[in-house]
């Protein structure tokens, strides 16, 4: 048998080969990415299926058993061009869109440019206040899973990264600070003025030294400066040496949460009010593990009384 009877044999196994390879990852690409990539990948799937293996397929027809299957491989072949140059036309005219201008938004934040936040319960208390009253872009990194996350703080961001090494399609390594650092980088410059949380700063440690961390966090600093964005950071003496803790401090300040909330909602709301007694007030709502805690409906009775309650706290 010469090369020249082999060629369709080898042609039609490289059509099946590529074609399974083709859909298989397409098909991840589907399961694991949102729109507009979803609706790309089932394009692609379906182009390697009418290329790869139907046209494959006729190839053998046309070989073996009738000359007249190539019409069966003309038309497959062409489908799945046409398909796939349809979705490629389509993308290209989206991206000819002209780009929308960021218009920096000034609604005042009260939050600085480089934050520290030394409680969680403080941080997530300024995420609330921010998303309510401010509706700047939220960007949450943090270590538990994205649903976990919005199911504990109650909280809805625009984006939420997870810090893993499982494969999410929120999940970035926490040894990849470059990646890292370009998510970042690139949400605060299509969203200025936005408000990116970190936490999870002691479990990127395990996989980088603090020389990488602080180099990370430092450029995203000078980027948000720069958008009028802000970045807020959970870090205290129980996750960093007091070294590291005074370095991080030359750039990022800490937050007087008092001061920030009362500037951002207003003295009205939350300026009267101690930060102990609104936590007691938030903690009456769940209840406290020790039995102790006020019910919700205790909790919503007790309400309307903050104001009478910070009134006699000032006389």
């Not at 600093?221 to 970045?231: C, F, K, L, Q, S």
């Not at 903690?283 to 102790?292: C, E, H, N, R």
Request: net charge negative.
């Amino acid at each position: 048998m010469g090369i020249e009877s082999f060629t369709p044999y080898f042609s039609g196994i490289m059509l099946i080969i590529i074609g399974i390879y083709g859909m298989v990852k397409s098909y991840w690409g589907w399961k694991n990415h949102e729109e507009p990539v979803k609706k790309l990948a089932l394009t692609l799937l379906i182009s390697f299926g009418l290329f790869g293996i139907v046209g494959g397929i006729s190839v053998f027809l046309t070989v073996l058993v009738n000359p007249d299957f190539w019409i069966l491989e003309a038309i497959v072949i062409t489908a799945g061009y046409l398909i796939l140059a349809n979705e490629a036309l389509d993308i290209l005219e989206k991206l000819k869109k002209p780009k929308k201008e960021h218009t920096k938004r000034k609604i005042k934040c009260s939050l600085p440019v480089a934050g520290i936040v030394k409680s969680r319960e403080e941080a997530i208390t300024l995420l609330k206040a921010v998303a309510v009253y401010t509706g700047l872009p939220i960007l949450v990194i943090g270590r538990e899973h994205p649903d976990e996350w919005k199911s504990k703080t109650e909280i809805e961001p625009d984006e939420y990264i997870w810090l893993t090494r499982i494969e999410h399609k929120k999940a970035v390594s926490p040894s990849s600070l470059h990646v890292l650092s370009g998510k970042v980088i690139g949400f605060i410059r299509e969203n200025p003025g936005s408000v990116i949380y970190i936490e999870g700063i002691e479990y990127m440690l395990f996989y980088s030294d603090f020389k990488a961390v602080a180099k990370f966090l430092f450029s995203i600093r000078d980027v948000a400066m720069m958008e009028d964005a802000h970045i807020l950071i959970l870090a205290n003496e129980d996750t960093l040496s007091p070294e590291q803790m005074a370095i991080l401090k030359k750039e990022f300040e800490d937050v007087d949460v008092e001061k920030v909330l009362e500037k951002m909602v207003g003295p009205a709301l939350f300026g009267v009010i101690p930060l102990r007694k609104r936590r007691e007030l938030n903690a009456g709502t769940k209840g406290s593990k020790d039995g102790s805690g006020a019910s919700e409906e205790e909790a919503k009775e007790t309400q309307p009384l903050r104001r009478e309650e910070a009134t006699e706290e000032r006389g």
